[in-house]
């Protein structure tokens, strides 16, 4: 009832400014009645959870991998796996729409499509003892559907890469304080694997204590570093340079033991996401702060500054992880149902867990609509498109309609301790405004620049730790491949095969970095959407796997519970791509864009900087085409290959069998481990 | 009142414990004298060394 309230006041208060409290309430209640209703009739009546059942915890039990584990432990380890930067970015993004679409695509995508891909995914991997999400498209669908789940996440996992990469680097550039506090995260962390491992083996929380402190105040001393004139140019830097860094980080950090950086940067992260997220929460619910973007804007026309493309399909594009991720899918087999101790946990850990990331992307939607909407396309348009000097930008910006002033940046950039605010790009500065703005209100607005590269330095030690745990997963991956040709390349602990195929990763994800930092429009507005795509697919071809096994199973009457999603998530990254191939608008479009700038290039109406890059954008552009086409091939060819095995399956045809393994009486206690 | 308030906080103090992993040496360790009783134990440290290269040999990152 609550829930309906809270909706309908959004609905009630349209064309006014409405509070953030609203969409809290109308969030939770949602959660909370599909929670309570649809996930638990998915479980008992098209699942048939059975908590008889001995888990494959239980079966294969080993004392690591294999362990039942209480529940509120695994759903811990889940929810700090599921959640990454990606709900951040993308409600920021499409914050250019209005609160509106990315609000009820957050709720309704959630809880009708990531949610139950999630849930669907863990409950038959654990049904499958573990299996990943790959291997249960081999067993059920066959070869081909195997192979395209495991391309599709190698080239998911290079796009995610670069973009994050891009999004640092922006939210860095001429940052001293910034950069600055991000270089020393790595000697932290570097510190605190140490501790762990040598100065006081496995006490994991002492370490990441030390961390913690260290990192508050590494914020404060980059604070000081920006008052030092001669010190402070050492960090004040370009994107280029600023990317390069970026991708030679990288490539140290894939080749680094685990202990020595990722580990222990995991734990900080992990710390640092969870204690920002009750943070930011306490702090809306407490300050209640009035939401100010319109609920619609003009740029539902597709001609919005920060990404070009309509409303239909890209505001369903751009926000993917928080209402449908196909990343998780990979936790969600794999990682997290070796450690179930009951088929009754699913609903829980899979269903409950991406509704709380959902609830992560609402917050970060807040965030983004708190501030003025001309100070927010300010600091997200890119130079490309409102012009570099700041009073051309504000004229532009004011003409739509969005009033902002260059006295207006200039104070909020001294206020937030950075020299301009214009045209960063990339999400992350804008939500540290908005999570600044919030904490500053809420904790004292003495300290706000503090709280401003608070916010960036939780976003970068995120992204760093994606960074290096996506390379070293692409690196796997090919290192799997490669191993069918030469047997040797294939042991994933052979140096010159880590080098190579962390070589061959880093350069894949550099290359697209490079790219978006050299282009005049921001690179962001190429990369997120591509991203959004791949994500996208790989959560139709997750949904296409368990779509056909409920077939299978003899289950056609429930199947469109994961058919409906599949169906809408097939509508959106289809019509996607072929906007991004058709679309004759230059900034939607890669072809007509890479045939704009070779006219313009022939004809030499381009400054010579811009000429001088042009060779590399077209390239680059058609690269981006081909992949896009690549991206949609690889999902109708398993939606048709899953299509052919139902049809076969209900004309009596044979199929590749079930590979669910046979069923065991649990032998742990009931009450095993309850609070 | 005391003694049960006392209960709970250990009992949070041990689930943020089994959450973080802090806790993991003394459940391997339980583990092994329940199920393989005559095997000889690793140390701490190469325990805590085992646990982080298996963890980290696969997916468990997302975006």
Not at chain 1, 221 to 238: A, I, S, T, V, Y
Not at chain 1, 437 to 450: E, K, N, Q, T, V
Not at chain 1, 644 to 661: A, D, F, Q, W, Y
Request: neutral net charge; aromatic residues 10%.
């Amino acid at each position: 009832m609550l829930g309906a309230a809270a909706v309908g006041g959004i609905a009630l208060n349209r064309g006014e400014s409405i509070n953030s409290m609203w969409f809290i309430t109308a969030a939770l209640c949602v959660y909370a009645i599909a929670y309570r209703f649809y996930a638990a009739w998915i479980a008992s009546k098209v699942l048939l959870v059975d908590p008889t059942r001995a888990t494959p915890a239980e079966r294969l039990n080993n004392g690591h991998d294999f362990m039942p584990t209480n529940r509120w432990i695994v759903f811990g380890h889940h929810f700090a796996a599921i959640a990454g930067p990606g709900p951040l970015v993308g409600p920021t993004l499409a914050a250019q729409f209005g609160y509106l679409p990315g609000t009820l695509w957050i709720l309704v995508g959630a809880v009708l499509g990531g949610c139950v891909q999630d849930m669907v995914t863990l409950f038959f991997s654990t049904r499958r003892n573990g299996r990943s999400l790959g291997q249960m498209a081999r067993d059920e669908l066959g070869a081909v559907g195997g192979v395209a789940a495991l391309v599709a996440t190698m080239l998911i996992m290079i796009i995610l890469i670069a973009v994050l990469g891009l999004v640092v680097v922006n939210a860095m550039k001429h940052s001293p304080w910034a950069t600055s506090t991000v270089a020393a995260t790595i000697p932290i962390a570097m510190l605190v694997g140490l501790y762990m491992r040598n100065i006081r083996p496995g006490r994991v929380l002492e370490g990441s204590l030390l961390g913690v402190v260290l990192l508050l105040l590494a914020v404060a001393g980059g604070g000081w570093l920006d008052h030092q004139p001669l010190l402070r140019e050492w960090f004040n830097l370009e994107g280029l340079p600023l990317a390069w860094f970026v991708i030679a980080y990288g490539f140290a950090a894939a080749i680094l033991p685990v202990w020595m950086l990722l580990a222990p940067r995991d734990y900080l992260s992990t710390y640092m996401k969870l204690g920002t997220i009750v943070l930011l929460t306490v702090a809306i619910i407490w300050m209640q702060p009035m939401i100010k973007m319109p609920a619609l804007t003009q740029f539902t026309d597709g001609s919005g500054p920060i990404f070009g493309g309509k409303l239909f399909p890209f505001a369903f594009i751009v926000i993917a992880c928080g209402a449908a991720s196909g990343f998780h899918a990979l936790i969600a087999s794999g990682t997290t149902p070796k450690l179930l101790s009951n088929e009754r946990d699913i609903r829980m850990i899979g269903y409950g867990g991406m509704a709380l990331e959902s609830f992560v992307a609402i917050m970060a939607m807040i965030a983004a609509t708190v501030l003025d909407p001309g100070v927010f396309f300010a600091i997200n348009s890119p130079a490309g498109v409102v012009g570099k000097e700041a009073v051309d930008a504000v004229a532009k910006i004011s003409s739509w309609g969005f009033p902002v002033t260059v006295e207006q940046m200039s104070l909020l950039a001294q206020q937030m301790g950075e020299s301009t605010l214009f045209a960063r790009t990339g999400g992350a500065p804008s939500l540290a405004v908005g999570m600044a703005s919030i904490f500053g209100s809420a904790f004292g607005s003495g300290l706000i620049a503090m709280w401003y590269h608070f916010a960036i330095m939780f976003e970068a030690i995120f992204i760093l730790t994606t960074l290096d745990a996506g390379t070293r997963v692409g690196r796997f991956m090919l290192q799997d491949i490669l191993g069918n040709i030469w047997p040797k390349l294939g042991e994933t602990s052979w140096y010159p095969s880590i080098l190579l195929s962390s070589g061959i990763i880093v350069s894949a994800w550099g290359y697209f970095l490079y790219i978006g930092v050299i282009d005049p429009n921001g690179g962001i507005n190429i990369l997120w959407p591509l991203f959004g795509i791949a994500n996208q697919i790989l959560a139709a071809i997750a949904l296409c796997v368990a779509t056909g096994i409920l077939i299978k199973s003899g289950k056609l009457k429930h199947a469109w519970v994961t058919g409906l999603p599949l169906i809408w998530l097939i509508i959106i990254t289809t019509s996607a791509v072929w906007e991004k191939l058709a679309s004759p608008d230059i900034r939607v479009g890669f072809l007509s864009a890479a045939d704009d700038l070779t006219t313009k290039l022939a004809s030499g109406i381009l400054p010579p900087e811009k000429a001088a890059v042009a060779p590399t954008l077209i390239f680059n552009l058609q690269l981006d085409a081909a992949l896009a086409l690549f991206f949609a091939a690889m999902l109708w060819i398993i939606v048709l290959d899953m299509l052919r095995i139902c049809i076969r399956h209900l004309s009596n045809k044979p199929v590749p069998p079930l590979s669910e393994t046979p069923h065991q009486i649990t032998q742990l206690e009931e009450a095993w481990q309850r609070d | 009142m005391a003694t049960r308030l006392n209960e709970r906080l250990r009992r949070l103090w041990q689930m943020i414990r089994e959450l973080s992993g802090d806790d993991a040496y003394e459940r391997y360790l339980t583990h092994l004298s329940i199920c393989h009783a005559d095997a000889e134990p690793l140390s701490r440290k190469e325990f805590f060394q085992r646990e982080q290269h298996q963890k980290w040999n696969g997916i468990r990152r997302c975006c």
